[in-house]
């Protein structure tokens, strides 16, 4: 009799363990599964768990009209780039004062891209449309930030993209009111 319980209890242990891990590695999915971007020192090639859909809800939700309908473009922008489509969204929200800046809605350039503090409105590149701009911009991110220079933070990004030093910072507040709309809404 003794072996059978004690066979019995290391069954039970080996049981109960094997749950806690389950539970665990449950737990664990849970808090992986939207690809939080944390902190400002968090890679960007996180890729997001938000839809399109989801991206353009949330532009609404922030009070970006002129951004809503830009959400499939940024979630493409991500597939082809890997670079997280709310850290791209963010950077149009804060660069076009959500899609309403002269730049934006003369050039198609949410992204200030090419704009110099001497002669923004000159120096910023023009593309045929908004969706182009993301594309461009989003490839070109890959291609010199992360590639080149081997910059993949917010923070680091955001020191070589502009003049402002609390750039870094005021772009990841717009990745978290993104997330928080999209995922804890």
Same mark, same amino acid.
């Given at each position: ?18 749950? #806690? ?30 839809? #399109? ?58 992204? #200030? ?52 030093? #609390? ?19």
């Amino acid at each position: 009799g003794v072996g059978f319980v004690s066979a019995q209890r290391r069954i039970f242990e080996a049981g109960a363990a094997l749950l #806690g891990i389950a539970v665990f590695v449950a737990f664990w999915q849970y808090k992986q599964e939207p690809n939080i971007i944390a902190s400002v020192h968090d890679s960007v090639l996180k890729p997001s768990a938000a839809s #399109g859909r989801d991206i353009d809800r949330a532009f609404a939700a922030i009070d970006a009209p002129a951004l809503v309908g830009l959400g499939k473009a940024f979630k493409e922008a991500e597939r082809e780039t890997g670079i997280n489509a709310l850290f791209l969204a963010a950077i149009a929200i804060h660069e076009s004062n959500k899609g309403t800046s002269n730049i934006a809605l003369v050039k198609n350039n949410l992204f #200030g891209w090419g704009a110099y503090d001497a002669s923004p409105f000159e120096s910023a590149y023009s593309f045929a449309t908004r969706e182009i701009g993301i594309m461009y911009v989003a490839s070109r991110l890959k291609a010199l930030y992360i590639d080149t220079w081997g910059l993949e933070t917010i923070d680091e990004i955001g020191r070589r993209y502009a003049s402002d030093s #609390g750039w870094g910072t005021k772009v990841f507040d717009w990745v978290w009111r993104l997330q928080n709309e999209i995922y804890h809404r």
